[in-house]
Each structure stands twice: as structure tokens, then as C-alpha cells.
Nanobody, 118 residues
Framework: VQLVESGGGLVHTGDSLNLSCAAT????????MGWFRQALGREREFVAA????????LYGDSVKGRFTISRDNAKSMGYLQMSSLKPEDTAVYYC????????????WGQGTQVTVSS
């Protein structure tokens, strides 16, 4: 599985931004997917995750109520809708996928930069 993120950019506080994750390979539809972010000088942070069916959704505490994860298995796409953005949301955002047999995310995209100006 290869993952490619897109949709990052420079926005202002309070704005919204939608990230996309394009996956190659038919296996993606059976993989859990997640979004992570890493700000400069900080450790990677969990943002959101969704099971292959969409039945299980998790969010990091810092984004609950503001971000929404979704996927379209028919299109092999994952999405992260971000609203009410804050400067502390500034980071490189990564899409990741995890096969059913794995406890860790095995596949990662190259990341897309999101910058929120105050």
C-alpha cells in the first residue's frame, strides 16, 4: 500500500482545511487508517483513526470536536476535515495504514504541511 497526502497549506486561525490521502492497492479497503501529525521539534502525535469499515473512530484529545476522519473504500481514499484551526495545529500531517494482522501502522505517506497563522 502506498499513501499520498494532499490538501495542506497556509490558513488563518479559525479556518477550515481538508486533507486527502490517496491509497494504491486494493488492500486498503481492509486496512485501518489513521492520521498523525508532527510539529517542528516535537514528537509525532496521534490525530485520528478509523477502522476498515468505519465502525470504530478515535480522535486525539486535542482535535476532538474540530476534526473529522472519513474514508471512501471504493475510491481508496481517506480524508481529514479540520475546522476551527489553531496555530498549535501547525504540523506535518501524515496518513497511515495498518493491516488487520498488525498492531502498528506499517504504511505511511510522505506528509503534507499545515500551517495555521494567528
Amino acid at each position: 500500500v502506498q499513501l499520498v497526502e494532499s490538501g495542506g497549506g497556509l490558513v488563518h486561525t479559525g479556518d477550515s482545511l481538508n486533507l486527502s490521502c490517496a491509497a494504491t492497492g486494493p488492500a486498503f479497503k481492509s486496512y485501518a487508517m489513521g492520521w498523525f501529525r508532527q510539529a517542528l521539534g516535537r514528537e509525532r502525535e496521534f490525530v485520528a483513526a478509523m477502522s476498515w469499515s468505519g465502525g470504530v473512530i478515535l480522535y486525539g484529545d486535542s482535535v476532538k470536536g474540530r476534526f473529522t476522519i472519513s474514508r471512501d473504500n471504493a475510491k481508496s481514499m481517506g480524508y481529514l476535515q479540520m475546522s476551527s484551526l489553531k496555530p498549535e495545529d501547525t504540523a506535518v500531517y501524515y496518513c497511515a495504514a495498518r493491516s488487520p494482522s498488525s498492531s502498528q501502522y506499517e504504511y505511511w505517506g510522505q506528509g503534507t504541511q499545515v500551517t495555521v497563522s494567528s
